[in-house]
């Protein structure tokens, strides 16, 4: 195979690279795989090449040292040269008809409207779709070799011809048939299982391919469930690497795989969308190239080459999107600038027991200077559970109201819209400001007199949940939109926002941190602040793992730490008991609860109250009426309660570790000890207890993020709804944030201004076609 024999030279480079051979062995090791595979180098007509290469190492030994070096380096140039000319192709043949890439998939050839349907389930709906679709592996054909020679675990492909079968019935529902299969090195046993039909292709003295894995069976080679073909003219085995696609019911891999050959014979009419700087500047194959090599790749070479170039494609893609959206938003002018004179605020400071962070102070300047410049805020503001960021919020609406503003504070639930409610009418009020609460629960007929208020401009603030954007509420001037504790509010709901009119600045406040490759994908409009520093006098949580037949001195605990007028959570996966899960739950546990500690008071709240229900039971704990809360996970963000010291969360493995990083926020907001208990059951396996315990050696949210994003995926990790998270066909938010990175920063460079788009017509239409409706570019583009 020519891949192995550029691999070979390589591999002598990068031998001697190592220091692990000299520059005299470098010549005699070309030579020998030369002469070695003398044949596969004349046929693939590289004869004339690894002459060249030859001559040039030859003298190798005899040159100064500095030449030395500059020779080796010429020589994985070459090598490099090599790798594309002969390990990567394009499509060649000009298809009789040239197709639109979005023409409908059922008019290519092979497929119809029955199949059409089915290639529509996985996400198939035009010949480009097609294009992009990623095998989920590859067979490599090219690895023909001698039975003799297969060794275990190898994935090659076997030429034979069967020289005897049996049947074998195991059982009713079990038949095993086995084929022993020749050639002129020996024999291999070939299995099948149940598949009946084999026996009409596997005939005696029939010659055919297997593909699959060896295996050692009672000392015999074996095959197991092998792809095969039967052979009956040379031309019927092609060796070749074939996908390996991601399937659905009614259709076979070899369908699939005769369609893709159909599909990507049109990549001939395809032309590069991707600006050349790019496609340099990241040295991607070009778009033919790249598209043919993720279904046929000419070599594992091409194939490789071709994921990262798709990779690539994909991110820039997508940060272009971004970015252009970004600058769009930017260029929608407010139309007026807000003239803040920081008095009011100035006053506010002053009220407060504490100063500001070094990080809190940062990022209200970044606020500050949105606020005051003529476009629209865009702006994230990130930081850890405790870290501090309604203090920042309200600086910005003290300043946006000076400015003759109003300002709309959206929380996800209606709990917290009340505490917050509490919280900014108790701070502002005295700055002479009007706040009001607005959520599913307030009265009708209060509803309308707010309404009323806020079109007269006479609120300030309304807090309220997301509600608020999508009900008729119109403001008389709304400078400023704030919203809390929620990392699923994607661009769409902004674009929504902004929809409404006027351009309001718009401060994102999220719940739990973002690892980095997520923050820039899915909040890859925004500008970001962060607040890294937790304020000073916190004392750190101590995370403590406890198995649970050490439940007594955990109550034992909890009683001494409610005996000093602490309070108490315990958190639990569900409501009630359940058939199918053997897990304690909130209801039953607030029983026994309430019995072990009869001498306190304890409350229950879970998602199934009604939400004034919910407001009361909150109320009552905040109010210290109860002191123990037992709860499911719908205390989990932004409640605030100084007094609370125990978090006990059962069955954490339940749990994400970022929901179990909130979780254990809700304590440790004050100056005295807290403490988070994961009670873990005796018998839980190895990855539970790692993963907890690596849980419970970090305190930083970030961190966290990062190892739940391993553990759980990006999609999971946003929880079920995932709204406006960019599903990507070739990037790995984990593992390619590299590449996310680069993208972006070429990316800003590029998209200096709107302006630098009007240069590439194709490439506004890739993207247009790609992320027009996802995420609402159509408006802007
Ligand atoms: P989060 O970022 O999780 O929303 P909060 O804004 O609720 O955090 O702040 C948590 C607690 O820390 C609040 O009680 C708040 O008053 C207090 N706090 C905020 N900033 C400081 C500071 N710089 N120094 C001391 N305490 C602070
Ligand atoms: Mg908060």
């Not at 190898?154 to 299969?181: A, W």
């Not at 600058?327 to 100063?355: A, P, Q, R, V």
């Not at 209200?364 to 606020?371: A, F, G, M, T, W």
Request: charged residues 30%; contains cysteine; glycine residues 6%.
């Amino acid at each position: 195979m020519i891949e192995e024999v550029i691999n070979s030279f390589d591999y002598i480079v990068q031998l001697k690279e190592k220091g692990m051979i000299t520059w005299e062995e470098i010549f005699p090791s070309f030579y020998s795989i030369a002469k070695n595979n003398f044949k596969v180098i004349k046929e693939n007509g590289l004869l004339e090449d690894v002459k060249k290469i030859l001559a040039y190492t030859k003298p190798l030994k005899t040159l100064s040292e500095e030449r030395k070096e500059r020779r080796l380096e010429g020589l994985k140039d070459s090598l490099k040269i090599l790798k594309e000319r002969y390990l990567v192709d394009e499509v060649l043949e000009k298809p009789e008809k040239k197709l639109a890439p979005l023409t409908d998939i059922k008019y290519i050839k092979k497929v119809g409207t029955k199949r059409a349907l089915i290639l529509n389930k996985l996400g198939i709906f035009s010949l480009k779709d097609f294009f992009y679709y990623p095998p989920r592996d590859y067979e490599d054909r090219r690895k023909v070799v001698k039975i003799f020679n297969a060794k275990e675990d190898e994935k090659v492909v076997i030429i034979g011809n069967v020289v005897k079968s049996e049947e074998i019935k195991i059982n009713k529902g079990l038949t095993i048939y086995n084929f022993s299969v020749e050639d002129d090195s020996g024999v291999i046993i070939v299995t099948f299982f149940n598949q009946d039909y084999v026996k009409s292709y596997l005939k005696r003295s029939v010659k055919s391919a297997f593909y699959g894995k060896i295996e050692y069976s009672y000392g015999m080679k074996q095959m197991k469930s092998p792809d095969f073909q039967v052979i009956e003219s040379d031309e019927d085995f092609k060796s070749e690497i074939l996908p390996v696609y991601p399937l659905t019911f009614g259709i076979f891999q070899t369908t699939m795989r005769r369609i893709a050959k159909e599909a990507i014979q049109q990549t001939y009419f395809l032309e590069e969308f991707l600006p050349e700087e790019f496609v340099q500047g990241f040295n991607l194959l070009d778009l033919k190239k790249r598209i043919k090599g993720i279904h046929f790749p000419l070599s594992i070479y091409h194939k490789e080459r071709a994921w990262y170039s798709l990779k690539y494609e994909e991110a820039i893609l997508f940060e272009l999107a971004m970015i252009y959206l970004k600058l769009k938003m930017k260029e929608m002018k407010k139309g007026e600038t807000k003239e803040i004179k920081g008095e009011l605020s100035k006053k506010f400071l002053n009220t407060l027991n504490f100063e500001l962070t070094q990080a809190q102070k940062r990022s209200y300047e970044e606020i500050r200077k949105d606020l005051i410049s003529p476009y629209p805020m865009n702006r994230l503001l990130q930081g850890d559970v405790g870290s501090g960021k309604t203090v920042v919020s309200e600086l910005a609406i003290i300043d946006v109201c000076e400015a003759g503003y109003q300002a709309a504070v959206m929380n996800p639930t209606s709990v917290l819209a009340k505490q917050q409610f509490k919280k900014l009418s108790k701070d502002l009020e005295p700055l002479g400001l009007k706040v009001v609460l607005l959520t599913g629960d307030t009265k009708e007929s209060d509803k309308i007199l707010i309404k009323e208020k806020l079109k007269l401009g006479e609120i300030d603030v309304v807090v309220g949940t997301h509600a608020i954007i999508q009900q008729d509420v119109e403001f008389k001037k709304l400078g400023l939109v704030v919203i809390d504790e929620q990392h699923r509010f994607g661009v769409n709901q902004r674009l929504e926002l902004i929809k409404k009119g006027n351009h309001p600045d718009i401060l994102v406040m999220t719940a739990t941190p973002i690892p980095r490759t997520l923050a820039m994908t899915f909040y890859g409009d925004l500008d970001v602040s962060l607040i890294d520093e937790m304020p000073k006098g916190r004392r750190p949580i101590k995370t403590i793992l406890i198995a649970e037949s050490n439940r007594k001195s955990l109550y034992e605990f909890v009683k001494e730490e409610l005996d000093q007028g602490n309070q108490v959570f315990f958190v639990y996966p569900l409501i009630e008991e359940s058939e199918a899960l053997e897990l304690k739950n909130a209801i039953s546990m607030y029983e026994e609860l309430s019995k072990v500690f009869e001498e306190y008071k304890v409350g229950l709240l879970h998602g199934r109250l009604s939400p004034s229900e919910k407001n009361d039971v909150m109320d009552k704990f905040v109010q210290k009426e109860y002191d123990i809360l037992v709860s499911t996970s719908v205390v989990e963000v932004g409640i605030d309660i100084p007094d609370a010291t125990v978090m006990v969360i059962e069955h954490p493995d339940r749990f994400g570790l970022s929901q179990l990083h909130q979780l254990r926020g809700r304590v440790g907001r004050s100056d005295k000890q807290s403490y988070c208990f994961l009670v873990i059951d005796d018998d839980a396996n190895n990855e539970i207890k790692s993963k907890m315990n690596s849980f419970s050696k970090t305190l930083d949210g970030f961190e966290v993020a990062e190892i739940d994003l391993k553990w759980r995926g990006p999609g999971k990790f946003f929880g079920v709804e995932q709204h406006g998270i960019p599903e990507f066909k070739f990037l790995d938010l984990v593992e390619d944030i590299n590449i996310i990175e680069n993208s972006r920063k070429k990316v800003e460079r590029f998209l200096a201004t709107i302006q630098s788009f009007d240069r590439y017509p194709n490439l506004k239409q890739e993207l247009q076609t790609r992320y027009g409706d996802s995420i609402h570019l159509v408006n802007v583009l």
